[in-house]
């Protein structure tokens, strides 16, 4: 049984996700001076011709290796980690985090109107074992006119999400129908986190 998990993200949803369905964590998230600080959008670049369920899976293997070092840097005492990342899917291509407002603006009108797909691989670390799991969602966003994408990339809310939009934000208000994990599309899939966690020793 172990008492907390390291969670190697910045992401306050995944912190909460965690907390819903009982799991102790501590953060265990990059700081001036350590590599991947340097340049942490680095490690999402998405290699040519790579799927979105390669790419997503890839990621978050990458960060969960930058944190297993990070935890060896700091001395810290030993305890599983748990990594996650997402990424958003139009037909085959992958929407990122936008850069810009603009890029912003580009994602959503895009995504005005049709079905996407929302992918969130998840990846444990406890002692030498590794454990994964993938969470796929399907998400149709009714046509959101120019106006309204212009007020809601104002908002500020796309800036850092994949796909730039939050389904737990005010974007809540232009999605018609979702289809698999809500929970994964906010970017930590609980069940699926459940099924990795109890499998390295949580009880849950």
Known sequence: MH??????????????????IGIAHLLLVAQDGDPESQDPEALEQVLPRESATDYVQRVTG???????????????????ILCSDTTVSLGRHILGKPETPQQASEMLQALSGKTHRVLTAVA?????????????????FAPIDAAQ???????????????????????AAYIAKISG????IMGLPVFETAQVLRAAGFAI
């Open 3 to 20: 008492p907390f998990v390291y969670l190697a993200s910045q992401s306050p949803r995944r912190s909460q996700l965690l907390e819903q």
């Open 181 to 184: 994990s809500y929970s994964g």
């Open 124 to 140: 444990l670390q406890s002692g030498r074992k590794r454990l994964t799991a993938m969470s796929v969602s399907s998400v149709q």
């Open 62 to 80: 990458l960060k969960l290796d930058a944190a297993l070092a990070r935890l060896q840097r700091r001395g810290l005492d030993p305890a599983p």
């Open 149 to 171: 994408i212009e007020a809601y990339v104002a908002s500020g809310e796309p800036m850092g999400k994949a796909g730039a939009y939050g389904v737990q934000g005010r974007a």
